[in-house]
């Protein structure tokens, strides 16, 4: 059975960093792009960044491009996002998805496969 469970998240100050995790476990995300999601209250859930299988492209929402880096551990079959220089507005709840093939897309579309979310709370 195909699972994501994310890691992570927590309550921090404004310029600060966290890292989220987001571990895989029955499928070999070799084959999957791995992507991070947010949600914030009461907007819609936007693409932040996302990761493919073996080769590693990446792709970056341009409100977080500099500050966040998108990275895997293949042994582990996990995915990082280590989040630096943190913003009030990056407050959300933060959902890793996975979706068959390697296109490195943040359009959700294709992502069939969705964590429960870890929440990020950036204080001013």
């Known amino acids: 059975q195909l699972q994501l469970v994310e890691s992570g998240g927590g309550l921090v100050q404004s310029g600060g960093s966290l890292r989220l995790s987001c571990r895989a476990s029955?499928?070999?995300?070799?084959?999957?792009?791995i992507g991070w999601f947010r949600q914030a209250p009461g907007k819609e859930r936007e693409g932040v960044s996302c990761i493919n299988g073996s080769a590693g492209r990446r792709n970056y929402a341009d409100s977080v491009k500099g500050r966040f880096t998108i990275s895997k551990d293949t042994a582990k079959n996990t995915v990082y996002l280590q989040m630096d220089s943190l913003k009030p507005e990056d407050t959300a709840i933060y959902y890793c998805a996975a979706r068959p093939g390697l296109i490195v897309t943040l359009a959700m579309p294709g992502y069939n496969y969705w964590g429960q979310g870890t929440q990020v709370t950036v204080s001013s």
């Open positions: 029955g499928f070999t995300s070799d084959y999957y792009t």
